[in-house]
């Protein structure tokens, strides 16, 4: 007997498969091309070696609009463009499989349940939201975080809330961190640079706004722990395939929690220092970081006395965990490819920034924030979007009477926070890292991005009214 829909029943709306949701954008920037004029703008290199545009240098050139071809072949070409990111997914998933499968884990869950008994474990949401915040913030980590999502989705989940809560976690900590980051070398100071802003120049100001948002993310993403916590029925996921696949094991207080599964935890802890001081101090990216995490995890094998059957078998586990989240990355890729074939992506950014010199000085900063947002759809690379913009963003700002200073805080704003909801950023592998279904993600962080979006612009507006940078 069909389970399918009755005569005359709505069928309720879903969201396509995520490969389809990001390939029909392909299509659409596909059709964009025999649409949207051809330009760019003339670029020269600055004193830092970056290529950057020239305000008021845009102009057509010959259309060059992608064909049907060019259309598929824009997938392969995004994940071989996209291929140090895929690795660092694939390597870090099987690595910290091996952390995983140890029972550390669980053992930590058991540990912060005891300390945090009952609804005051919930004040480890703004803590670990702030670590991750830090790490944005000060020496621009957001995909060296990725790894750990599916970590805090188990970790929330055994605690008694949701996979959700785990991805909020380092999600919102991340974007909130970039977006009021103090000193991040890779967006705020190619932004300051190409801005001619002394670098750090308003950071006391960016750390206010990083505590504000921090703050507003916390309480919004707490109060939907609770009430999941309370009534798990009130979870975006529940019913779903999260409620058993991670679901935290009914006797996962009697699970052993030994020297091994602690050393195994320091291990870890280690690696995450390790990190730190590499990214800050030796400019470590992808493949250090991937190799990094591949050490960690076989000293983790090791410590836990793993032969080799079962080695092989828990790193070929750990790659298919992470084939979807890391070919989500190269379809992303690919939408950027496209735009970058037709060459229309300087003409989006000259389109957007037209409107801004009819608006009035005090709602300038609200206008940028929402050209940059609407940018990062587009250029999701922080340090790329800032090489585009931020040239046509800086004398704009001068000819309207806004700071620099402003116009920088606006691009931050915008970059940083939209990475966790643009499919062509994070917000599709990062769901995906943690089993949780995009529109799920969608439905649950919109009101929580709204929310930080309204605060950025009171942030703006005030900035502007002050004076800020000037």
């Known amino acids: 007997m069909s389970s399918g829909p009755k005569l005359g029943e709505k069928k309720k709306f879903q969201l396509p498969h995520v490969f389809v949701l990001l390939f029909g954008i392909i299509v659409l920037c596909t059709v964009l091309t025999w649409i949207i004029p051809a330009g760019e703008f003339d670029r020269i290199e600055n004193a830092d070696g970056r290529m950057i545009a020239v305000a008021g240098s845009w102009h057509t050139v010959d259309a060059e609009p992608v064909g049907i071809f060019q259309m598929f072949k824009a997938v392969y070409d995004g994940m071989l463009d996209a291929a140090d990111i895929s690795m660092l997914i694939f390597l870090t998933f099987a690595s910290t499989s091996f952390v995983i499968k140890s029972g550390a884990f669980d053992g930590l869950v058991v540990f912060l349940m005891k300390i945090f008994k009952g609804n005051s474990s919930i004040i480890i949401i703004p803590i670990f939201m702030a670590l991750f915040g830090l790490g944005s913030s000060t020496v621009g980590m957001f995909e060296e975080w990725l790894p750990f999502i599916p970590v805090f989705a188990s970790i929330f989940v055994g605690m008694g809330f949701d996979a959700v809560v785990g991805l909020a976690v380092v999600a919102f900590g991340a974007g909130i961190g970039f977006s009021g980051a103090a000193m991040n070398p890779f967006t705020m100071g190619v932004a300051q640079g190409i801005a001619e802003v002394p670098y750090m120049s308003g950071a006391g100001f960016r750390v206010v706004c990083h505590i504000i948002m921090l703050v507003v ?134 389109g957007l920034s037209i409107p801004m010199a009819h608006f009035p000085a005090w709602l300038t900063g609200v206008a940028m924030l929402i050209m940059q947002t609407i940018l990062n759809f587009f250029i999701p690379s922080g340090s790329g979007q800032a090489a585009t913009s931020m040239p046509i963003m800086a004398p704009l700002a001068d000819l309207l009477g806004v700071s620099r200073d402003t116009a920088c805080l606006a691009f931050q704003f915008g970059d940083g926070l939209s990475n966790i909801i643009w499919p062509t950023a994070y917000a599709a592998v990062m769901s995906g890292l943690a089993g949780v279904k995009l529109d799920r993600w969608w439905k649950f962080a919109f009101p929580v991005f709204g929310v930080l979006v309204l605060t950025q612009a009171a942030l703006l507006i005030f900035s502007v009214m002050t004076g800020f940078g000037g």
């Open 217 to 350: 993310g916390s309480a919004m993403i707490m109060r939907y722990a609770l009430k999941v916590k309370k009534d798990p029925t009130k979870s975006v996921v529940y019913g779903t395939f999260l409620d058993k696949d991670h679901s935290a094991d009914d006797n996962v207080e009697q699970k052993e929690f030994g020297v091994r599964q602690v050393l195994v935890l320091i291990d870890l802890l280690v690696m995450i220092i390790v990190l730190i001081w590499g990214v800050k101090t030796k400019g470590w990216y992808f493949a250090e970081i991937s190799t990094l995490f591949l050490i960690m995890g076989i000293i983790a094998a090791i410590i836990m006395g793993y032969g080799p059957q079962k080695i092989g078998k828990i790193i070929a586990e750990g790659f298919a965990s992470a084939a979807v989240p890391a070919l989500m990355v190269g379809l992303a890729r690919g939408i950027l490819m496209v735009m970058q074939s037709g060459t229309i992506i300087d003409t989006v950014v000259y």
